[in-house]
């Protein structure tokens, strides 16, 4: 009769196991969890901080600032083009007060308009592959520098 009853035991014990099994957790539970595609691109391109820069890059050998944005984006799942001009006609503008993490930030250099891009990373923050010679590197958009030259603020749809 205990032999009996243990096997019950455990076989109720299974079968409440079991039946917890079956049900998926609701959605909503699901999406309070989840990153948005510019969240984790955002997440990766810091990751590639000391990276050297590397003209037309677009791999952790070496970035150019439009391969950083690319490479992070691919890593987050979305395919975007190589290229401060293509990157500008894909996305839309966003006023800087809105700017959210993955957003690109562009910038003026050497005279010419759109010829820099970053990913924005939060806190006036942004990652970069600045120039020949230097590494990837994150700057504040509060420098005298990149404040001078910032353009604006734009994201994907």
């Known amino acids: 009769m205990q032999s009996f009853a243990i096997r019950l035991g455990a076989l109720t014990c299974a ?10 957790p609701p959605a909503r539970h699901l999406d309070a969890y989840s990153f948005s595609v510019a969240d984790k691109a955002a997440e ?3 990751t590639m901080v000391g990276r050297p820069y590397k003209s037309k890059g677009d791999s952790p050998s070496g970035f150019d600032c439009s391969g950083l944005v690319r490479y992070s984006y691919l890593a987050a799942g979305k395919d975007v083009p190589h290229g401060t001009d293509a990157l500008r006609q894909r996305t839309r503008p966003v006023l800087v007060h809105n700017m959210r993490k993955g957003d690109l930030l562009f910038f003026n250099e050497l005279g010419k ?14 990652v970069h ?7 990837v590197r994150t700057d504040s958009l ?6 001078k030259h910032f353009l604006g603020a734009r994201r994907f749809d």
């Open 15 to 24: 079968a409440l196991m079991f039946s917890g099994c079956v049900a998926a």
């Open 44 to 46: 990766t391109g810091p």
């Open 113 to 126: 308009k759109y010829s820099h891009v970053g990913i924005y990373v939060g806190d006036d923050c942004f």
């Open 129 to 135: 592959a600045p120039s020949t010679g230097g590494r």
């Open 142 to 147: 509060q420098d005298p520098y990149w404040k």
